[in-house]
C-alpha cells in the first residue's frame, strides 16, 4: 500500500504540508476560509460571520485542524504520520470499533463513532494520533474529542502534503 | 529554534525589538515595504520561519505577524512560499525628497558606512544602468538568396572543442592520413555553455553538486571555483574544471589531476584587481576539508597571485600546472575584462594558455565591494570583440580558445557572444536564477533565503541536489534548442560556422567608434 515517507535531509520545515493537510480536510478547499470561517455560519442579518472571522482563531468552532506534524530541532526537521501499520496497535486499543482498516489497508476512523476515549493515541507507538478538540460527539463529556490521524487524502491520486511540498521531502511510494 | 520566531517575554515595544534586532543600525533606511493582507493572512507562521534576515515576527498577544521593513531585501521567499498570496513586497516609496544625483545606492551607502565605518558590501553582479551592447546588437537570418535550415528535421551541430588547435594537420602517413602527429589537449562540450566558476563555500554544496550533475548529463563542464574538489565531486572529475587561484585553496597535484581542464583565476569581471575573503564563521568542517585550511580560520585570497608579475612568471605557472597534468590537459587563464584587454589577452597566449576566459563587469560574485562591483571593469563584449581581433590580426587565434562569461542572460547572448569570437560561454547567474535566485544581492551575507549562497544547515536543504541538477539540466536543454533555432535561421548547421562570424551581427542604436570597437557594420547595411 501507498503511504507517505517523510525524508529527513530534504524537509526544510516550512509547515506547509500542515496547511495543505487543513485546506484538503475543509469544506471549501480554500486557505482562507479553511483557517477562518469553517465552522462557522453565515448570519445574513447581520451580514457577517458569527463570531468575527478574526477572532475566529480562537474560538471553539468544529474546525479542521492538522492530520501530519512537523517535528523539528534546529536544522533536523522532518513531517510526521500515521504509518498505516499492519498490525496497528490502535485498531486493537479502539472499544468501541470506530477504528478500522479498509480494504487497501489504511487505517480510518469513523468519525461518528468515535467517543473521544484517546485509547488509540496512547497506543500508538508512532505518536501520529492526535486528538482535535473542537470536534465533540458526546455533548455531555467535558473536553472529549475525537482522534485525528492521516487518512492518505482519499479524494486525491496524491496526498495533499505531498503535493505541496517545496522540496519534495514527502515521498507517497510502495516501498516495504 | 521556535523560540526566535515569537516576541521576546519581557519586550512590550515594537521600537525596542527593531533596535535588539538591529544592532546599532539606527540608520538603516527601509528599501522596501512588505505589505501583508491580514484579512488573507491565516498566521500559519511560514513566512516567519522562512526568512532569514529577521523581518518577520509573530505577536503572540495581538495574534498578528509583523514585519521589520528595514531588515527586508526582496529575496521574495515569503511572497513565494505564503500559500494564501497575502504578502507584497513593495519598493518603499518614502525615501528622500526626489533627487537625481544623490541616489539611494550613494545616501544609503553613507549611512551605513557612518554606522559601522566599513567597506559596503554587496553580492552578484554589476547592476548599475550602463549600457548593455548585447541589447544593441540583432542577428541576420537566411531568405530568398540562401536557404535557411529546420534544426528539428536536419542535424544541428553544437559540440565544441575547446584549447589549443595546431597550425596545419601533420600526420606520419599522409596518404593514409593517420596517426595525426601535432593534436593539443581539448576539451569537448555538447553544449557551447560551462558553468561559471562557483566555489564551495560561495554556493551551496548542494548547488554545486547539481551543477556538476547537470554538467554530466549534458556532457559540458562545472568550474570549482577557487573552493577546492570536494571529494563527493570526485564522480565528476571529468566533467570538472579545476581552479588555481590566488589563495591556492585545495590546490594539489591529485586535484590538478582530477579534473578535465585546470584554471588560473587572475582576475574576476565583478572584482577585478581585488582578491578575496571568505569569514571564518563560514569555514565549516567540509569547507575547511576540502580548501585544505583550518576549520574556522578565515579564507583570504591575496589580490594577485603572489607568483606572477609578468606573463614570463604566469607562463612559469602555466608550464609548473602542464607538468603536474603530464600535458594532458588544457590550461586555462582567466582573466576580468579590464582596459586594454587585447594586449593582455595576447601576452596570455604566449605564455601558453590553451584557453583565454575574459570575465565582463556584469559577472557575478560571492562577494564584493559595492564600488568596484559597479565602476571596474568593461563590458563583455567589447572585451571580446578587441580580444579576437586582436588574436587574429597576431595569427594566434588557434593557440587558444577564448571563453566569454560575465553577464550572459541567454541564448540570445550566447549566440551574439559566439558571433563575436568566442568559444563557448560561462553562466552563473544564469544558473542561479535556474535554481531559485531572486537577484537580492545578499550573497555575501551567506543567509540566501533559496539556499543556493549558503552553507547554513537548515538554509542549504531548501535546494535539494536533485532539483538543482534537474532544473540546471532544462536550462541547458532549452538554450541548447534555442541555439539550434537561431543557427538554423541563419542557414548554418554548426556552431563552429558561426565563431567570430561577424557578418552575421549588425548594430543598433550605436555609434561609429562603437561599431569599429565591436567589429560589426550599422544594421540595413
Known sequence: MKKVYPIEERCIGCHLCEVACIVEHSKVKNPVSAYFTEGLTFNHEVSSYTPEPNQALSDNRPKPLNRCIVEENGALCLSTNCRHCEEASCILACKNGSLYKDEEGRVLLNEKKCVGCWMCLMACEYGSINRNVYIKNVSLIENNAIQHHCDLCPEREEPACVMVCPTKALAFDNRK | ?525
Not at chain 2, 533596535?19 to 488573507?40: A, C, I, L, M, W
Not at chain 2, 505577536?59 to 505577524?65: A, F, G, K
Open chain 2, 1 to 525: 529554534m521556535t523560540q526566535k520566531f515569537y516576541k521576546e517575554p519581557g519586550v512590550k515595544d515594537s521600537l525596542q525589538i527593531r533596535r535588539q534586532r538591529q544592532g546599532d543600525y539606527f540608520h538603516s533606511h527601509p528599501e522596501y515595504k512588505v505589505e501583508r493582507d491580514n484579512n488573507k493572512c491565516i498566521r500559519c507562521l511560514v513566512c516567519v520561519r522562512e526568512c532569514p534576515y529577521d523581518c518577520t515576527y509573530f505577536d503572540t498577544d495581538r495574534n498578528v505577524i509583523y514585519n521589520i521593513d528595514a531588515n527586508c531585501v526582496n529575496c521574495k521567499r515569503c511572497e513565494v512560499m505564503c500559500p494564501t498570496q497575502c504578502i507584497e513586497i513593495r519598493d518603499w516609496g518614502n525615501k528622500f525628497r526626489d533627487n537625481a544625483y544623490w541616489d539611494f545606492k550613494h545616501w544609503g551607502s553613507i549611512y551605513k558606512q557612518a554606522d559601522t565605518g566599513a567597506v559596503v558590501l554587496t553580492g552578484l553582479g554589476n547592476d548599475e544602468d550602463y549600457k548593455s551592447y548585447f541589447d544593441r546588437m540583432v542577428l541576420d537570418a537566411s531568405q530568398v538568396t540562401n536557404p535557411s535550415i529546420d534544426p528539428l528535421r536536419e542535424p544541428m551541430e553544437l559540440r565544441t572543442y575547446i584549447g589549443r588547435k595546431p597550425e596545419t594537420l601533420t600526420s606520419e602517413d599522409i596518404r593514409n592520413s593517420k596517426k595525426i602527429k601535432t593534436l593539443f589537449p581539448n576539451i569537448s562540450t555538447e553544449v557551447p555553455v560551462i558553468f561559471a566558476p562557483m566555489s564551495f563555500g560561495a554556493i551551496s554544496f548542494n548547488f554545486q553538486k547539481g551543477l556538476a550533475t547537470a554538467a554530466k548529463k549534458m556532457g559540458t563542464f562545472f568550474n570549482t571555483g577557487e573552493g577546492g574538489l570536494h571529494p563527493d565531486l570526485l564522480e565528476f572529475k571529468d566533467h570538472a574544471i579545476v581552479q588555481v587561484a590566488s589563495g591556492r585553496f585545495g590546490v594539489s597535484s591529485k586535484y590538478l589531476k582530477n579534473s578535465a581542464a585546470c584554471e588560473i583565476k587572475i582576475g574576476q569581471g565583478a572584482k577585478p584587481g581585488i582578491g578575496g575573503h571568505l569569514p571564518g564563521e563560514k569555514v565549516t568542517y567540509d569547507i575547511s576539508q576540502t580548501r585544505m585550511i583550518p576549520e574556522g580560520s578565515d579564507a583570504i585570497s591575496p589580490a594577485p597571485q603572489h607568483d606572477i608579475y609578468s606573463i614570463e612568471d604566469l607562463r612559469l605557472l602555466i608550464y609548473a600546472i602542464k607538468e603536474a597534468v603530464e600535458y594532458q590537459k588544457p590550461v586555462s587563464v582567466k582573466i576580468a575584462a579590464v582596459h586594454n584587454v587585447s594586449a593582455i589577452a595576447s601576452g596570455i597566449v604566449r605564455a601558453g594558455a590553451d584557453i583565454v576566459v575574459l570575465d565582463g563587469f556584469r559577472g557575478g560574485t560571492g562577494a564584493a565591494p559595492r564600488i568596484i562591483r559597479d565602476h571596474v571593469g568593461i563590458p563583455i563584449e567589447v572585451a571580446l570583440a578587441q580580444v579576437d581581433e586582436r588574436l587574429r590580426k597576431e595569427g594566434i587565434r588557434n593557440q587558444a580558445s577564448i571563453i566569454a562569461a560575465g553577464g550572459i542572460r541567454g541564448a540570445d547572448d550566447i549566440v551574439k557572444a559566439i558571433a563575436l569570437g568566442a568559444d563557448a560561454v560561462y553562466a552563473g547567474t544564469s544558473a542561479m536564477l535556474a535554481v531559485g535566485c531572486t537577484l537580492c544581492q545578499q550573497c555575501h551575507r551567506g543567509k540566501c533565503a533559496w539556499g543556493i549562497t549558503t552553507n547554513q544547515a537548515d538554509l542549504r536543504k531548501r535546494l535539494p541536489v536533485d532539483i538543482a541538477a534537474e532544473r540546471c539540466t532544462n536550462l541547458l536543454m532549452a538554450w541548447a534548442r534555442e541555439i539550434k533555432e537561431m543557427l538554423g535561421l541563419m542557414g548554418l548547421n554548426s556552431i563552429e560556422s558561426l565563431r567570430g562570424n561577424r557578418l552575421k551581427l549588425r548594430g543598433v542604436d550605436l555609434s561609429e567608434i562603437e561599431l569599429k570597437t565591436l567589429g560589426i557594420a550599422q544594421a540595413g547595411i
